[in-house]
């Protein structure tokens, strides 16, 4: 499982970052939504959720990180063949919890950065307990 364990951490880095990221892209998405009024929006609730959706995808803050996410997510498939479960999803889990804490840091979120760092370490203390 030596190569494993990078796989599983890199997995859980990149879902961390592109979750921090798809969180900013979705803020963008919300602040367009906000500032234009548009009376061509369908009225009919299934075809309004429909429509948002699909004006989600095409903002690029947004869209390009949700593919990487969902490319790490096949990556997480993968890993999954060759390593126990018990052992993949603390690893993965923990890592992206982690990651997602320090790029939201990163990307200006507001944030208790003591509480975050401390979880930041209780997290990675126990990913190391899982895995020795």
């Not at 906000?34 to 903002?59: A, E």
């Not at 690029?60 to 126990?84: G, K, R």
């Not at 979120?109 to 190391?128: D, K, N, P, Q, S």
Request: hydrophobic share 50%; glycine share 8%.
């Amino acid at each position: 499982m030596g190569g494993e364990m990078e796989k599983m951490v890199a997995v859980g880095l990149v879902w961390g970052a592109t979750n921090a990221l798809m969180r900013k892209g979705a803020l963008k998405w919300d602040e367009k939504l906000r500032s234009s009024s548009h009376p061509d929006t369908p009225q009919h609730p299934v075809l309004k959720i429909l429509n948002n959706w699909f004006n989600l995808l095409l903002t690029w803050q947004y869209s390009l990180p949700f593919l990487l996410n969902l490319s790490a997510s096949a990556a997480f498939f993968a890993i999954l063949s060759d390593t126990p479960i018990s052992v993949a999803v603390p690893v993965t889990n923990g890592t992206t919890f982690a990651a997602t804490a320090v790029f939201g840091m990163l990307l200006g979120e507001e944030t208790r950065v003591g509480f975050a760092l401390f979880g930041t370490f209780l997290i990675v203390l126990g990913v190391y307990i899982c895995v020795m």
